[in-house]
């Protein structure tokens, strides 16, 4: 199997959930401490080895290309003002990899923003990450998941314990245990079920290591919830029929995850990743202290 070097990151949502926010600037660029959200996920498939990354944006998307790109006159008004700790961070992000963009013109769900990949990606396998988790880079998941395909073949979903009350707001595999632990063979996927109707408490989170022929699956499958073509259902056929691209496995994940996709998960994801910096942990710790203690 080929060493997968692609990564594939859908950003061209509307992000309503944060309006007004979210009216002029993108829900990919909203610090999560002081970085983009959208800049843990690149780090975290730089992290993996994928060192071609892939984004897909839409309209009003323009910041994101600004903030992967060089900024000239930042950078020498840092230099000049002698301040190296800051030009280290700003450069940091133009050279975690090498970036491409397209648009997905028409929003159609993420099957069709994943297909809108296939011209770049061609016959290879690659990875998909949906920037509104973000997973802890002690906890390596994508690469995990890379080691699985290429042991494997197919395609790998990551997968979470969910509780029922939650299974509506999720995919959910109906799965099969292997020899592994933490492995488990997928063998059908439903897109967001009815409470009660889910297949398991196994819930696909957004990362996923696909075999290039998702796309042929991609291109005959038609909408489905929502009237959007979803990834899911794709999945679904390629778990049904492994003459298709090969089996799809699960990773079970167990570690930790931030959910910024939720308004109240988004600031519960900012104050467990302040809670653990070097630099503002102690300080914003005892803050936080006495505020519940005071306050709450």
């Known amino acids: 199997m080929r060493k997968i070097q692609k990564a594939v990151i859908p950003a061209a949502g509307l992000g309503t959930r944060f309006l007004p926010a979210t009216k002029a600037t993108p829900k990919e660029m909203l610090p999560v401490v002081d970085k983009p959200a959208i800049q843990y996920v690149v780090e975290e ?37 002698g301040d190296a700790e800051r030009l280290v961070r700003v450069q940091e992000s133009s050279d975690l990899a090498t970036m491409h ?15 809108c990949a296939a011209p ?3 016959d290879e396998p690659f990875a998909v990450l949906l920037g509104d988790d973000l ?21 790998v979903v990551a997968l979470m314990e969910v509780a029922p009350e939650q299974s509506h707001l999720y995919g959910c595999a109906a799965v099969e245990p292997t020899s592994e632990d933490g492995i ?26 696909l075999d290039p022929a998702v796309f042929a699956v991609l291109r005959e499958t038609e909408p489905g919830r929502g009237g959007e073509i979803q990834l899911t259902d794709a999945l679904q056929q390629l778990a ?48 936080l202290r006495a505020y519940v203690a005071s306050e709450l």
């Not at 997973?135 to 395609?155: F, K, N, V, W, Y």
């Open 240 to 287: 049904a029929d492994e003459k298709l691209g090969g089996p799809v496995h699960g990773v079970v994940f167990r570690g930790r995850r931030y959910d910024t996709g939720d308004r109240g998960d988004y600031l519960r994801a900012i104050v467990r990743l302040a809670c653990e910096r070097e630099d503002l942990g102690p300080g914003f710790r005892a803050w």
């Open 45 to 81: 498939a730089a992290a993996a080895g994928l060192s071609d990354v892939l984004m897909i944006t839409g309209r009003n998307k323009r910041a994101l290309e600004d903030h992967f790109d060089r900024n000239y006159e930042l950078e020498s008004a840092l230099t000049r003002k």
């Open 101 to 115: 963009y397209v648009r997905q013109g028409d929003p159609r769900g993420l099957g069709h923003a994943v297909l």
């Open 184 to 209: 488990v063979r997928v063998t059908g996927l439903v897109e967001k079920p009815e409470p009660g109707d889910a297949p398991s408490n196994l819930a696909v989170i957004g990362r996923y290591v």
């Open 135 to 155: 997973i802890d880079p002690r906890d390596p998941l994508l690469t995990r998941m890379t080691e699985i395909q290429a042991r494997e073949g197919g395609s």
């Open 120 to 122: 770049h990606v061609g």
